[in-house]
């Protein structure tokens, strides 16, 4: 009897965390990238908090339309200066703008990243202009997954991810790329934020040596990105300058992978 009992209390608790797992999964809507950014463009604040994470002062918002509610990031940040003091480092031309995390996602769905950002808008909210963004069902960060040193449960999967976070980087030319702004999902998909250092003027990468793996999509992508769409999908929130650095880092890009398949073929670079 104390073993039916006992196993009888293992299923209920099977049971209950099952149905607790899909609960959690119907509270994320199911929505697409059009319904998000019509449901972030009009709906309307109920609450909202200054986060402790990052040094622009973002504010998580509680949102609803009257049928569905849900969290949103903005950060209103528009700091332009001819140079500035980063730690004894100065950068000319100093930007740090909610622009980029616009441009950062309209760049990432044109070359097929765009599920690895939040949905992002631009809206006016508080008396400010921003960026608001899809708040993600996530369970840490990058700098937290390291410092607890836990590892993914499928390291190819997680090292794809890793590769393609990285080209995208070296495109927008990222200067503040940290594990703060990488964000794990609890099915360990990887999103990548905070791009308001993105986009400097340079022609030349980064740091090439980051360009290890690159997905066939992606390499793809690159090579068809066409400027005119570029310039269109972004021309509200990047100067022109800031796009030529953009289309003149993709062609570095290519040309990169391009001598690293003649000397270590396809099989070794691309995936």
């Known amino acids: 009897m104390k073993r039916f009992n006992v196993l009888a209390a293992i299923l209920f608790g099977i049971a209950v965390l099952a149905a607790s797992l899909a609960s959690r999964a119907q509270d994320e809507p199911q929505l697409t990238v059009e319904q998000q950014k019509e449901f972030l463009l009009n709906a309307k604040v109920i609450k909202s908090k200054e986060t402790s994470k990052g040094i622009t ?55 097929g990243l765009g599920e ?19 708040w ?7 700098l937290q997954r390291i410092r607890k040193k836990i590892e993914p449960p499928d390291p190819a999967a997680w090292n794809a991810q890793m590769y393609s976070m990285r080209v ?71 100067r022109p300058p800031e796009i030529e650095g953009v289309m003149a880092r993709r062609d570095k890009i290519v040309a990169y992978f391009e001598k690293l398949i003649a000397e270590k073929g396809e099989g070794q670079v691309l995936f």
């Not at 993600?136 to 990058?142: A, F, G, N, R, T």
């Not at 400097?200 to 793809?220: A, F, G, T, W």
Request: glycine letters at 4%; charged letters at 30%.
């Open 57 to 111: 002062a973002p504010r998580r918002c509680t949102m609803s339309d009257g049928r569905i509610t849900h969290d949103a990031h903005f950060q209103s940040i528009n700091e332009r200066r001819s140079s500035k003091d980063l730690g004894g480092r100065a950068e000319i031309n100093f930007v740090d703008s909610y622009l980029y995390n616009i441009a950062a996602f309209e760049l990432a769905q044109l070359v």
């Open 116 to 134: 690895m950002m939040p949905v992002t808008v631009e809206r006016k909210l508080f008396g400010q202009i921003g960026a608001l963004a899809w």
């Open 136 to 142: 993600l069902p996530v369970q840490m960060d990058e």
């Open 168 to 238: 995208f980087s070296q495109l927008v030319y990222d200067t503040d790329r940290n594990l703060g702004n990488v964000l794990i999902s609890k099915d360990w998909k990887l999103y990548m934020i905070d791009f308001t250092r993105a986009f400097r003027l340079y022609h030349d990468l980064e740091n090439p040596k980051n360009l290890v793996k690159c997905s066939r999509e992606l390499l793809d992508r690159l090579r068809k990105l066409d400027r005119a769409e570029v310039t269109a999908r972004t021309k509200k929130y990047l």
